[in-house]
């Protein structure tokens, strides 16, 4: 039989492309400095944190707010830039692992419960660039009833979605407008020297040191996002951050626990706008509760906010005194995890300790929005249960145990492979050896860009894919040695034929494998997530060296006389794969 012909064979172009491949990981690798992967947190070492939920009634808490919880406390640990933090629910409990970071921080990342903090506006910008003009919006009508603001036309939907407004429901009288859409655009110097009126900062204390320069807020042009505040009281530090917060990146300043007791830089919570606040006049503490519903007169949906005496009474006197104040310093911002929410405008004062919050909810975020005033960002109230800090001393010493391992492990199979196939066991070890390379760019690589962290249940993954390597190879083979045992090919031919048989023989096991993988990276987690998650890449990984080096690289050998001619030392000499010598012969003179 003919050997196929070299336009339908071209080994060499297949093994530049994964050449390139490799290169460009490896250059990737370079320009990071990415040499060495991160380790997760039984190598490097962290602390294991331990948060049982308390409820009112001593009753379990309901799975829902759990599955919540978990995702705000993974959103808040990963906004500080800690990768392969593992937050999972045990039980009841729910447990955190963080990788490379001490007990202390640790506790405060994850066990704090973010509370509510209503502060007074004293500056609104644009997000990033210098501030514009911020039009108002329609002003809640009496009765509480507000018409949809367009959010371009409003900063309170900068503040949060979609551009709430708010009105107050007063003790034993009827809806006041007393919280609107944010009015219009911040106010001139000119119309702040116009009105030196002393509560323009609500707090005395919010002023800055006497020692401080007298024009540190002062503007620095058109282009500075100060450029026409009125900067009484604000504090010179904060006018530093004011102007080097940019709110359009991803996390914001999102899981940042504020002080109440000291002026703050915030973004929305949509990225659109950046605020300047002063200290908290009302702390989350003093919510009593807060509901989602509807309103019974136009059908929309709002968040009813009760609170406490002394909260009740702080609520009455902020509103009181900030409600004659020119724009912005007449909003009042609700501020979680160090982002502004809302920030209505408050055109009267508030009695009587409860208010509503209206305009374009629906009911998922009118929830979601009374969940966080009730509960601090959290929808359960936690105790701290136990804080364990973990050593990468053991896990060192079981990384070092596992390694030998590997490396025994990979000797035997190297050392069978000679034995057995001789020089087709160099072209196995060949293919060993480009999937070892490949596996460890994609960790470096994977590690660089994405945060993934190496650990021992993704060495043990790593370590087992030696076997799912080596029988793709193996297969491709003994395919080879059958299609030429019965002596009608030659090499070349029975390499063709052969690979179309095992190439089916190699995708389903590996399908297989990989669904597996799928499945129980979906199904498990911790430790056993990260043995499926080193096992479904290694095993993508097969399929490519397979396919771009070991198929074409058996076809250039099988050009060699060493091979074609079935030298002793080849793994395929006729005496070696059991064929006769007429057999032989018949092969050779075809």
């Known amino acids: 039989m003919a050997p196929p012909t070299s336009s339908q064979i071209k080994p060499g172009r297949t093994l530049l492309l994964l050449l390139a491949i490799i290169l460009a990981m490896g250059a990737t690798v370079a320009l990071q400095k990415a040499f060495e992967p991160k380790f997760g947190l039984d190598l490097a070492g962290g602390t294991t944190v331990t948060l049982t939920p308390k409820t009112l009634d001593g009753k379990p808490p309901a799975q829902d707010a759990l599955d919540r919880a978990v995702s705000i406390i993974r959103d808040r640990v990963n906004g500080t830039g800690i990768s392969d933090a593992e937050v999972a629910k045990a039980n009841d409990n729910i447990v955190i692992q963080i990788p490379g970071v001490g007990s202390d921080e640790a506790v405060r990342l994850v066990s704090t419960t973010a509370e509510l903090r209503m502060r007074q506006v004293l500056w609104i910008a644009d997000a990033k660039t210098a501030p514009q003009t911020l039009p108002s919006a329609a002003a809640t009508p009496s009765g509480g009833a507000s018409p949809a603001a367009s959010p371009a036309a409003s900063p309170a939907a900068s503040a949060g979605s979609p551009a709430p407004s708010a009105s107050a429901t007063p003790a034993?009288?009827?809806?006041?407008?007393?919280?609107?859409?944010?009015?219009?655009?911040?106010?001139?110097?000119?119309?702040?020297?116009?009105?030196?009126?002393?509560?323009?900062?609500?707090?005395?204390?919010?002023?800055?040191?006497?020692?401080?320069?007298?024009?540190?807020?002062?503007?620095?042009?058109?282009?500075?996002?100060?450029?026409?505040?009125?900067?009484?009281?604000?504090?010179?530090?904060?006018?530093?951050?004011?102007?080097?917060?940019?709110?359009?990146?991803?996390?914001?300043?999102?899981?940042?626990?504020?002080?109440?007791?000291?002026?703050?830089?915030?973004?929305?919570?949509?990225?659109?706008?950046?605020?300047?606040?002063?200290?908290?006049?009302?702390?989350?503490?003093?919510?009593?509760?807060?509901?989602?519903?509807?309103?019974?007169?136009?059908?929309?949906?709002?968040?009813?906010?009760?609170?406490?005496?002394?909260?009740?009474?702080?609520?009455?006197?902020?509103?009181?005194?900030?409600?004659?104040?020119?724009?912005?310093?007449?909003?009042?911002?609700?501020?979680?995890?160090?982002?502004?929410?809302?920030?209505?405008?408050?055109?009267?004062?508030?009695?009587?300790?409860?208010?509503?919050?209206?305009?374009?909810?629906?009911?998922?975020?009118?929830?979601?929005?009374?969940?966080?005033?009730?509960?601090?960002?959290?929808?359960?109230?936690?105790?701290?249960?136990?804080?364990?800090?973990?050593?990468?001393?053991?896990?060192?010493?079981?990384?070092?145990?596992?390694?030998?391992?590997?490396?025994?492990?990979?000797?035997?199979?190297?050392?069978?492979?000679?034995?057995?196939?001789?020089?087709l066991g160099f072209i196995g070890v060949a293919s060993l050896g480009v999937a070892t390379v490949v596996t460890y760019l994609s960790v470096a690589v994977l590690s660089a860009n994405v945060g993934f962290r190496l650990s021992l249940p993704h060495i043990i993954g790593l370590v087992v894919s030696i076997g799912i390597t080596a029988d793709s190879f193996i297969v491709y083979f003994e395919r080879i040695r059958d299609e030429m045992k019965e002596g009608r090919r030659t090499l070349r031919a029975a390499v063709e034929v052969a690979w179309k048989r095992a190439r089916r023989t190699i995708l389903v096991a590996d399908a297989v494998m990989f669904i597996a993988a799928i499945v129980l990276y979906f199904l498990a987690v911790g430790g056993v997530a990260g043995f499926a998650f080193a096992m479904g890449l290694t095993t993508v990984i097969d399929i490519v060296v397979v396919m771009l080096f070991t198929k074409p690289l058996m076809s250039l050998v099988a050009r060699t006389k060493f091979f074609s001619k079935g030298h002793k030392l080849s793994g395929l000499d006729p005496e070696r794969m059991g064929r006769t010598t007429s057999s032989a012969q018949t092969m050779q003179e075809a």
Not at 321 to 343: C, E, F, H, K, M
Not at 353 to 378: H, M, P, V
């Open 172 to 423: 034993g009288r009827a809806l006041s407008k007393a919280l609107a859409a944010p009015s219009p655009s911040p106010t001139t110097t000119a119309e702040a020297s116009a009105s030196p009126n002393p509560s323009a900062s609500p707090n005395p204390s919010a002023s800055p040191s006497a020692a401080a320069p007298a024009n540190a807020c002062a503007s620095t042009g058109d282009s500075d996002p100060l450029n026409g505040a009125d900067t009484t009281g604000m504090d010179p530090q904060i006018c530093k951050q004011f102007r080097a917060i940019d709110c359009t990146k991803a996390d914001r300043g999102q899981g940042a626990q504020d002080d109440p007791a000291k002026q703050l830089v915030a973004c929305s919570k949509d990225g659109t706008a950046r605020y300047i606040l002063d200290k908290a006049a009302v702390l989350g503490t003093e919510i009593s509760g807060a509901s989602s519903g509807t309103d019974q007169t136009t059908g929309e949906w709002i968040v009813q906010v009760n609170l406490k005496s002394k909260g009740a009474s702080e609520f009455a006197d902020i509103t009181r005194r900030i409600t004659s104040l020119p724009a912005p310093r007449n909003q009042l911002a609700n501020v979680l995890d160090g982002v502004v929410i809302i920030a209505p405008t408050i055109e009267e004062a508030i009695p009587g300790g409860s208010a509503r919050i209206s305009g374009g909810f629906t009911q998922q975020s009118s929830t979601e929005l009374a969940d966080q005033l009730k509960y601090g960002a959290l929808p359960l109230k936690f105790i701290q249960g136990s804080v364990d800090s973990v050593s990468s001393t053991l896990g060192q010493d079981q990384l070092r145990g596992g390694l030998i391992s590997g490396a025994i492990g990979l000797l035997i199979v190297v050392l069978y492979l000679l034995l057995y196939y001789r020089g």
